[in-house]
């Protein structure tokens, strides 16, 4: 799943350890959504979807999740004329 971070939009990421379920100890998985909600609720999806767990193993790995605003410092800066 690939997303693209909105033009002059907040942007929020939801950063899930998956170490539980992939045995390697670094890996995490990155969702976006305009709000924190719809970050986690992708992350939510994703868990579903591609790892295959259940409703109790989302509700774990979502709890061990870092939400973060990082439209302040990723989004593109307007080119000005001189």
């Given at each position: 799943?690939?997303?693209q971070i909105r033009?002059?939009?907040p942007q929020y990421i939801c950063i899930i350890p998956v170490e539980r379920?992939?045995?390697n100890q670094?890996?995490?998985i990155m969702t976006f959504g305009a709000s924190a909600d719809e970050a986690?609720?992708?992350?939510?999806?994703?868990?579903?979807s591609t790892y295959g767990c259940?409703?109790?193993q989302v509700l774990e790995l979502i709890q061990q999740a870092r939400?973060?605003?990082?439209?302040?410092?990723?989004?593109?800066?307007?080119?000005?004329?001189?």
């Amino acid at each position: 799943m690939v997303q693209q971070i909105r033009h002059n939009e907040p942007q929020y990421i939801c950063i899930i350890p998956v170490e539980r379920i992939t045995a390697n100890q670094d890996e995490e998985i990155m969702t976006f959504g305009a709000s924190a909600d719809e970050a986690k609720r992708q992350g939510e999806e994703l868990l579903a979807s591609t790892y295959g767990c259940n409703q109790s193993q989302v509700l774990e790995l979502i709890q061990q999740a870092r939400i973060e605003l990082i439209a302040q410092w990723c989004a593109p800066q307007e080119r000005r004329a001189i």
